[in-house]
């Protein structure tokens, strides 16, 4: 019974340990979700500057193109104007096409984190889940503890009785034994009284002889 009282209280405390150990476990998912919520909106951020400077480029683009046109118009005045206008032109386009690149790798981004935010949303189900478990255990370890408590005590009173019933067992024994001597005993002085009486018998009758012999 010792041993295994002993042997549930082990059992709740590694249920214990298990239980912080999942509770902790629960929280960090919960914070590393968060995380992963803040990353998607600094992700939001940086698509909305991109959008910002795709249509800056846009403009350049546009503008290198117009100042190319008058350029052209303006001869060789021009043409000075026109190589620095078509500079400007292919740096726009880089940034656009950087732009784009950049957006690209944004949306894989926020589609891996919706997709991390999704599987640590089950594995927190899942957590939650096993730490209402682990305190369904730990709670049926207490009860079966407590039974068995309970059940420990119930067997220390029967022992308790038993041993007081060894006792009475006992005492009854010596009396019954205190009974059979005396009983023997009171046997022995009847039969001694018995003979004592035959004698008796015996010394009257002689005595009644001899008083019938004097009267003759």
Do not use: W
């Not at 369904?136 to 019933?165: F, N, T, W």
């Amino acid at each position: 019974m010792d041993r295994a009282d002993a042997e549930a209280k082990q059992g709740r405390q590694k249920v214990a340990t298990t239980r912080r150990i999942t509770e902790q476990l629960a929280s960090d998912m919960e914070s590393a979700v968060g995380i992963t919520h803040k990353l998607g909106e600094f992700s939001n951020n940086i698509g909305s500057i991109l959008d910002v400077i795709r249509g800056i480029a846009e403009q350049t683009n546009l503008l290198a193109l117009n100042a190319a046109i008058e350029a052209a118009r303006a001869g060789d005045a021009g043409r000075g104007f026109a190589v620095v206008a078509d500079e400007v032109r292919a740096l726009a386009t880089r940034t656009q096409t950087s732009t784009e690149e950049i957006q690209h790798m944004i949306e894989n981004l926020q589609e891996s984190s919706k997709q991390v935010v999704e599987v640590m949303g089950r594995s927190q189900e899942q957590t939650r889940a096993c730490v209402e478990q682990t305190r369904e255990m730990d709670s049926a370890l207490q009860s079966i503890a407590d039974r068995m408590g309970a059940i420990k005590e119930m067997a220390d009173q029967v022992a308790h009785a038993a041993q007081e019933q060894i006792v009475v067992s006992q005492s009854v024994a010596h009396h019954v034994t205190g009974i059979a001597e005396v009983a023997h005993e009171t046997e022995r002085e009847a039969r001694e009284s018995a003979n004592s009486s035959e004698v008796l018998a015996d010394l009257a009758a002689k005595q009644q002889q001899l008083i019938a012999h004097f009267k003759v």
